[in-house]
């Protein structure tokens, strides 16, 4: 009788250890989880920031485009002028058409940037609700793995973090229309 006190006592320790490296593990895991919540909370603050100046650049844009538009089909009824190739020879004209081309491939840029930035912080959103799910669950399923998706995360920080850190927009990757398309968009006389 006495030998199976010790085995009692060897198997009762042996249990306790494993129960407490299981909650010891299942604390690692919720702090490493809780450490990915403020990961994504912080980067979803920067990328809602980089979507607030992206809008106020694109408003700012499209007040200026307003402005030249109007600028140009004044100039365009004050000369009399029907064609492209009259407005090219209108100084005003010309130079407001080449404004109107960059500024409009920055606000298409902007828009790309602007839906890229919102897409980033929509799957953020769920990942940030996936983990608070997994959270509510480790207690219950120690031996969860949470690899797949704290890698999964960290895929999406390594792509995005950089992105807050740069300009809204890169002037170098500007695509601007033919000067004729946009003479076409705005004349007067082309919508008759």
């Known amino acids: ?32 989880l809780e450490q990915k919540i403020y990961e994504i909370s912080s980067l979803r603050v920067k990328i809602i920031d980089k979507i607030d100046q992206a809008v106020e650049m694109q408003g700012h844009l499209e007040q200026q485009l307003t402005l030249l538009r109007d600028e140009i089909r004044s100039e365009q009824a004050r000369a009399g002028i029907y064609s492209y ?60 793995e949470i690899d797949p998706l704290t890698e999964r995360i960290n895929r999406i920080l390594d792509e995005f973090v950089p992105q807050t850190k740069n300009p809204v927009f890169n002037v170098t ?20």
Do not use: C
């Open 1 to 32: 009788m006495k030998k199976s006190i010790p085995a009692i006592g060897i198997v009762s320790i042996l249990t306790m250890l494993i129960f407490a490296g299981t909650v010891s593990a299942g604390n690692s895991k919720t702090q490493d």
């Open 85 to 144: 190739q009259e407005a090219m020879q209108n100084l005003r004209i010309r130079y407001n058409l080449s404004l109107i081309q960059v500024l409009l491939a920055y606000v298409e840029q902007l828009h790309e940037r602007i839906a890229y930035f919102q897409s980033g912080n929509a799957h953020l959103k769920f990942l940030y609700y996936h983990v608070k799910d997994d959270m509510a669950i480790i207690d219950t399923l120690k031996d969860m």
């Open 173 to 192: 990757d500007v695509r601007p229309l033919p000067v004729e398309h946009i003479w076409d968009q705005i004349s007067i006389y082309s919508q008759f």
